[in-house]
């Protein structure tokens, strides 16, 4: 069964891309635009991790976050979204429980990398190996391994990896990928997915093994075999 993520964010742009993001990885998402019906929800029918903006009309994420803990809710995973420059919210989340917090604007994998740490805690679980033909990848050491060859990866190149590991034989778009590893509103000229293809090739075929990363042109990469 998927767990269920409570997202409370009064940003429509942002709300309704946290909304499709982690639907698209799997989970069942709700949604509340402030803090009052957030509250509500949540102690109604408790979701299995609510990520709170701090700012909030109705009622601040740091004022549901402290209801959320006086109610019953010691154990709801509660990751808190912040503004750059909010450093006293940040201290103030913590303070009224809140379980960790992600500094805006955030890449999507790192949002992922979060919740899924978040949800591994409250349900402790080994940490997985992708695997992909004979690549594999470590989500505990974040290493990877082609065949008998060990590579270490730079926390950018993980992601990037993780990602084409998640969704394999699936064209993901240059948008897709900057929204997932770099961030929702990084803007799409620069060639640093190239880059950092370019590294994650070198890589995987340090072995002269067959290429997995493929370019399809005009549209993004694709793990896959030829
Ligand atoms: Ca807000």
Redesign the pocket.
Known sequence: MSARILVV???ER?RVFLQRGLGFEGYEVETAPDGKKALEMALNRPPDLVLL?????EMS?IEVCRRLRENGQTELPILM?T?KEGIEDRVAGLDAGADDYLVKPFSFEELLARVRALLRRAQPSQPQVYRFADLELDTGTRRGRRGEIMFDLTAKEYELLELFMRHPRQVLTRDVIFDRVWNYDFGGESNIIEVYVRYLRQKTEAGKQPRLIHTVRGVGYVLREE
């Open positions: 964010e009064d940003e942002i903006d701090i700012m909030l009309p994420g979204l503004a």
